[in-house]
């Protein structure tokens, strides 16, 4: 799925559809890599603006492309949903389009009408920080 499907899947349905999409997608995240899961317990990448607990890896490939693991407490699955489409949508693609994410991602994808605000808060800081360490990844 590309970014562009994502968006206008989420214009074209009503808020029902919207919610459904990502209640579908909230078991859909891998499980963590050992790797990742010690760092978690550790406290390590986690996204501090979710009030839900979120930790978010971004890293580049050899070839060049995103590698992203992620992990988002069981309580939330409206977030799991929004990162497991995330996932869905950038993994294994070139680390620019994860660094040029629309910041208002959550608004084109109707969402902010949907949820309360402390989660659009959220999963905006979500794109924030996946922008962010792309662009620090394009840098490197």
């Known amino acids: 799925m590309i970014l562009q499907d994502l968006i206008q899947t989420f214009q074209d349905v009503d808020d029902q559809t919207r919610m459904d999409i990502l209640l579908d997608h909230a078991g859909k995240l891998p499980a963590l890599p050992p790797v990742y899961e010690a760092q978690m317990q550790a406290g390590i990448a986690r996204v501090p603006e979710c009030m839900t607990p979120v930790f978010l890896w971004i890293e580049k490939t050899p070839e060049g ?57 959220g999963l905006s800081a979500m794109i924030a920080r996946i922008r962010r360490q792309a662009q620090q990844l394009m840098a490197m």
């Open 65 to 121: 492309l995103l590698d992203i693991h992620a992990h988002v407490a069981q309580e939330a699955p409206t977030v799991a949903g929004f990162m497991g489409l995330l996932r869905q949508t950038l993994q294994g693609q070139p680390v620019a389009l994860a660094a040029n994410l629309p910041t208002d991602l959550v608004h084109q994808m109707k969402l902010d009408g949907l949820l309360r605000m402390n989660r659009t808060v």
